[in-house]
């Protein structure tokens, strides 16, 4: 495929430029439509065949397909069995979750260029929790239990009767072993055919709040309890096609665009001072002279 110049209405050209892939290759699921121009189309003005639409538009995905891992404190660990016990049941209970959202905070730059009003994205903000909601089961109330003692530990309420007139409580402090956030939530979306999946991976959550559930004389349902997990960000586990590549060429792979950009121009900067303070230097920066030794300029 030939290199063509860069088209910022080219959805395709766009996608690449963004996500650092190989002009080549095309990411999974964007579909490359017949009747191309010189800059290729993005497939709104030309005919789709039969084909085409089934394969993008008739593979939807679908909602009731997905799972959750609820994360434990070290602590609390020992409530809950790891391996096919009640960690999976609780897992299994889960019958409603939700796929975290973001968005970023930006700051308004008006009048640095007339009638614009420029926003620059400064900061990511998540989501402050996420709702899991469980079947409750008639053994053991086991998705009530459990989080009522997640949120009992974190307030540190087994130092005395809670009974007592001078009840009182010292909350525990949220990171190391004794601590009460805890690692490995995870909601996993995938579909039928179990071949892709999307996993939303969430850092240091806990329980903050346990929603009431009424009960009554009516007719019977099922007891649902809906539990708000609080974290500090989720990250997307993201698949090769859409991770961004670093530069062949990179000084520093480690190192962002802008920093890389940075120590390329204070690198260059060093080497000029450098070749400035050699003794007979005439190159850029340099001092200009006339014929009398008398300072003209700098040279460019």
């Keep these: 495929m030939a290199t063509l110049p860069y088209n910022p209405f080219d959805i395709n050209r766009s996608v690449e430029n963004v996500f650092g892939v190989n002009p080549a290759t095309d990411l999974k699921g964007i579909p490359r439509w017949g009747n191309e121009s010189e800059y290729g189309d993005n497939g709104t003005k030309s005919p789709k065949t039969m084909q085409q639409i089934k394969n993008n538009i008739l593979s939807p995905a679908l909602t009731s397909h997905y799972g959750v891992e609820i994360g434990i404190p070290n602590a609390l660990r020992g409530m809950l069995s790891n391996a096919g016990g009640q960690q999976t049941q609780l897992n299994l209970m889960c019958t409603e979750a939700t796929l975290p959202g973001s968005n970023l905070a930006t700051m308004e730059i008006n009048n640095n260029f007339t009638g614009v009003t420029e926003r620059h994205a400064y900061r990511r903000v998540f989501d402050d929790r996420i709702n899991l909601t469980f079947y409750v089961d008639s053994q053991n109330y086991l998705p009530i239990r459990f989080f009522e003692a997640w949120q009992s530990y974190i307030m540190n309420e087994n130092q005395n ?11 525990r402090y949220p990171d190391g072993d004794g601590g009460y956030t805890a690692t490995g939530l995870r909601v996993k979306k995938f579909e039928r055919d179990y071949r892709n999946e999307l996993t939303y991976e969430f850092v240091k959550s806990y329980p903050i709040s346990i929603t009431s559930m009424p009960v009554s004389y009516d007719t019977s349902s099922l007891l649902k309890c ?15 096609d859409f991770a961004a590549t670093a530069s062949n060429n990179s000084i520093e792979p480690n190192l962002t665009q802008s920093q890389q950009a940075e120590l390329e121009y204070a690198l260059a900067q060093e080497a000029m001072l450098g070749a400035q303070n050699n003794w007979g230097y005439q190159g850029p920066g340099s001092f200009a002279y006339d014929e009398h030794g008398n300072v003209t300029g700098v040279n460019p």
């Design 161 to 171: 009767d809670p009974r007592r007139s001078d009840y009182s409580y010292r909350t």
């Design 226 to 240: 809906t539990v708000a997990m609080t974290y500090l960000r989720y990250v997307v586990i993201q698949t090769p």
